[in-house]
């Protein structure tokens, strides 16, 4: 059974954040861009539109100019500033660097902000400053993450993993947990990635496995928003899982997984893009069960779920969701027939 297109979602980028604060106490305020720093950009890699919705506050112009303050304050450094303030900067800049490729799909940039991370990883030190260095290790991860899914190449995927599983080396369960659970919820997303380029359902299974760590530390009071992202990620790989297995019980177990993540995100959190792309994921799953089990009443509900999305939060959607949804829509329909 061929694998359905599905929608997970990235974590924000605190990193990020910190590398524009960083850049206005450096910059001249007369060298910041005027215009607005946030941007609707279209451009963006559509996964991180949904999952990283801080990507996209910065404009490129913004971006660019940080870059340029990094690039200035590096070169500017003097022997006797330490590794520490050389490493801060160097993180900033690959942060700014991955969000600048994404932004513009630009595989030379995420590569670069691979090879900035990889400098300031060696200025820092696990066992003097261990949670500094862990940051550093995920930030390190989400790039080649990010460069693995745009480049489909398994060698950066790999990487990405053995990072987060460093960062593990610091963050643990019981003392760390939130930082713990993002870091296998990230771990989850990777491993997800590098299954759908190889054969076979084991780095799926493995990408499941870090989903379910992840949510068993996820607080269901203080941490809905970050449960409901990784019930949506268990559900997309689990989908996937029973595709290649042809698997109904699967395939129910994603449509449950689904459901969790929308009961997590109540109205009042849940931004309407983000509520479409998950309803859009449960119904693909209830046309691909309707497809294993010939159930054409199944089949009739997702074709309705996939009318209202359509009718009822088109303008929510992303131009490419709304094809997705069009496609399996037919699907749906041709199932009832």
Known sequence: MKSSNNYIFYPENPSLELAIKRYKDIAPAANTPKKDETTNSSSFHYSHILGSINQQKFSIEVLQSARKSFDSALLELDDEQTSATKADLLESLGSV?????????????LTLSIDTLNRA???????????????TQNNLAYAMQV???????????KEAAEANISALTVWTREETPEEWSATMHNLGITFHIHGKLLKGNRTFQKSDVAYKNALSRRDEEYMRADRGMSHNNRGAVLQHIAEREENAERMEEALRAYEYSLSFWNEQLLPKPIATMIMANRSTARTALAELTQDAA????????FVLILELF???CH??????????????????K
């Open 121 to 135: 990883l060696a200025e820092r030190s696990e066992k003097d400053t261990p949670k500094v260095w862990a940051t």
């Open 298 to 305: 199944m089949a009739e509900e997702a074709a309705d779920e």
């Open 147 to 157: 460069l693995g899914e745009y480049d489909n190449k398994s060698k950066w995927l």
């Open 314 to 316: 088109s303008e929510a």
């Open 319 to 336: 131009a490419e969701c709304l094809e997705h949804c069009r496609e399996q829509l037919k699907r749906a329909q041709s199932l009832i």
């Open 97 to 109: 660097l991955v969000a600048l490729g994404l932004h513009q799909n630009d595989i030379e940039l």
